[in-house]
Antibody, heavy 127, light 113 residues
Framework: QLQLQESGPGLVKPSETLSLTCTVS??????????WGWIRQPPRKGLEWIGTIYYSESTYYNPSLKSRVTISVDTSKNQFSLKLSSVTAADTAVYYCARLRPGAAFGVVIPTSIDYWGQGTLVTVSS | DIVMTQSPDSLAVSLGGRATINCKSSQSVLYSSNNKNYLAWYQQKPGQPPKLLIYWASTRESGVPDRFSGSGSGTDFTLTISSLQAEDVAVYSCQQYYTTPLTFGGGTKVEIK
């Protein structure tokens, strides 16, 4: 059974960089053909897609965050990571790592529905 | 960005009753080449991550009870719970994957009347 687990600081100061890692167990990131990504949920609000990575090559980022986001994969550790720079209070949220199924559209492979989620980790931005 | 709008924001249904949740996209998520609607539905219980219920607008995920069904095409979609059970109390959200950025509806809270 695939499992995903987020780890990282629960408190980050304004203007600093938020760093989270997702450890995947029960399956290999590099051989699965799936997308891996991050979604966040501010308190009492809806879900927001942050970005997704495919085979350490193709990355897709939400344009609203693109200038501040980096997602990377470490296949040797079966982990992928999120870095979000220059954080503000608006970045306070529960951050989920997730697996996304690949699909096809317009002749390319794209991320589709999200079939596995981590439990989520609350990151608070405050001084 | 494709904006996903859900209605209602919340609803209360009697045990055994029917719950209907609507999701409207700001542009069509139907891909004409394969006639598939690029839309999923999730269930989220308090303190838990979302759970995939429905994908391609109407395909039930493995293990999801058949009282959950998805319908619709183009820009208008519906999630129906045919006979509400106590364990169905949750927030339900739709998501489009027709294009990036992937976007979600704001969620509909389902409670017992």
């Amino acid at each position: 059974q695939l499992q995903l687990q987020e780890s990282g600081p629960g408190l980050v100061k304004p203007s600093e960089t938020l760093s989270l890692t997702c450890t995947v167990s029960g399956g290999s990131i590099s051989s699965s053909g799936y997308y891996w990504g991050w979604i966040r949920q501010p308190p009492r609000k809806g879900l927001e897609w942050i970005g997704t990575i495919y085979y350490s090559e193709s990355t897709y980022y939400n344009p609203s965050l693109k200038s501040r986001v980096t997602i990377s994969v470490d296949t040797s550790k079966n982990q992928f990571s999120l870095k979000l720079s220059s954080v503000t209070a608006a970045d306070t949220a529960v951050y989920y790592c997730a697996r996304l199924r690949p699909g096809a559209a317009f002749g390319v492979v794209i991320p589709t529905s999200i079939d596995y989620w981590g439990q989520g980790t609350l990151v608070t931005v405050s001084s | 960005d494709i904006v996903m709008t859900q209605s209602p924001d919340s609803l209360a249904v009697s045990l055994g009753g029917r719950a209907t949740i609507n999701c409207k996209s700001s542009q069509s998520v139907l891909y004409s080449s394969n006639n598939k609607n690029y839309l999923a539905w999730y269930q989220q219980k308090p303190g838990q991550p979302p759970k995939l219920l429905i994908y391609w607008a109407s395909t039930r995920e493995s293990g999801v009870p058949d009282r959950f069904s998805g319908s619709g095409s183009g820009t208008d979609f519906t999630l129906t719970i045919s006979s509400l059970q106590a364990e169905d109390v949750a927030v339900y959200s739709c998501q489009q994957y027709y294009t990036t950025p992937l976007t979600f509806g704001g969620g509909t809270k389902v409670e017992i009347k």
